[in-house]
């Protein structure tokens, strides 16, 4: 086991991040106007092996975000990059697109974390930090609700560190959640606040599939939750939210330029979604730059139904193409006690 000093580099309206050099990480920022330099604690083995406990502290090996681990979840991931797996869309045959969903792609068991960010890091994280959302409870009500500064991350994605700061991650859940106990490693465990909040919230926080697929360097990871059911005089809505992150795999920089969804309802409808960017942004994913994350939401007249799609990228040199984003399943999971 090694251990080594990290230092946490904060940009000026930028990411935040840790030292490319001694961590490995790519740089997340185009500004280098330095603010401050501070260190955030030590460097532990990165686990190959097993899972993290709960309470265990991190850096986000792409976002460079601090955060600290909840609980974790079991998640079937469908790559269609594995070789002899994939089968090509035609992006232009609106009929066939829901034929291609994730189950036809050997899927394979990975684990994903529950986590949350810390607040002072949030304004700097080229992701939504408002990810996790859920249905209120008033009876007809459309409303979404969103819990700030919680993000799922997907193992190889933890950079695990130890600190002797006594609150190294500011965020109002935090204290609620999580207890100091120092002979345990990590020093610290959950509360039963945190097993009641994670029962309770069980459907709707649920990690279950995720979608992988690449087109020209750029990998678009697609995971689906479902959120519940309003039930009205007119008839059953059914929502989900969807996860998208982006990354550029090469050296050349791409922009988002546009978006292309198609939505299938089991119920026989067939809904074309066309736009500039994606939730206000054209994105570039550069070298030093090369993750964007955010979430959406959908809903459906039918317990069931399709996704998938395409973004128009341009890249540096001008040239265009159509990334593929990988079709998924929205699965209502047969919900018993819809909303009303």
């Not at 998640?75 to 034929?99: E, F, H, T, W």
Request: net charge neutral; charged share 25%; with cysteine.
């Amino acid at each position: 086991m090694f251990s080594t000093k990290l230092t946490h580099l904060v940009f000026n309206k930028a990411s935040i991040n840790v030292k490319a050099i001694i961590l490995n990480i790519r740089p997340y920022s185009t500004n280098y106007n330095l603010v401050k330099l501070a260190e955030v604690g030590r460097l532990e083995t990165p686990k190959l092996d097993g899972k993290y406990e709960t309470g265990q502290l991190f850096l986000h090996r792409v976002f460079g975000y601090r955060g600290v681990t909840l609980f974790p979840w079991i998640a079937k991931v469908y790559d269609r990059d594995v070789p002899n797996q994939r089968d090509d869309i035609k992006l232009d045959d609106s009929s066939a697109g829901y034929n291609h969903v994730g189950k036809e792609v050997k899927g394979h068991t990975h684990i994903y974390y529950q986590v949350l960010i810390d607040s002072r890091d949030c304004p700097f994280v080229r992701a939504q930090t408002e990810a996790v959302t859920f249905l209120g409870n008033q009876e007809n009500s459309r409303s979404l609700y969103a819990i700030p500064g919680l993000d799922y991350v997907a193992h190889e994605d933890i950079l695990p560190y130890t600190t002797t700061d006594r609150q190294p991650i500011q965020h109002e859940l935090f204290e609620k959640f999580l207890a100091r106990d120092h002979e345990r490693d990590p020093p610290f465990v959950p509360k039963d606040t945190l097993k009641a909040w994670q029962e309770k919230n069980h459907p709707w926080l649920e990690l279950s599939d995720v979608h992988k697929e690449t087109t020209e360097n750029v990998r678009v990871t697609a995971i689906p939750f479902y959120m519940g059911c309003r039930v009205s005089p007119q008839g059953n809505v059914y929502w989900w939210r969807y996860c998208i992150r982006l990354e550029n795999l090469s050296d050349l920089a791409v922009q988002l330029r546009e978006r292309h969804w198609r939505i299938f309802s089991l119920s026989g409808t067939l809904e074309t979604v066309r736009g500039r960017g994606v939730v206000g942004q054209e994105p570039i994913l550069s070298k030093s730059q090369p993750a964007f994350q955010y979430s959406s939401h959908v809903s459906l007249q039918s317990a069931n139904g399709h996704m998938w799609g395409n973004f128009r990228m341009e890249r540096e040199d001008g040239y265009t193409f159509d990334c593929r984003i990988p079709p998924f399943s929205l699965d209502s999971k047969q919900d018993p006690n819809p909303h009303n």
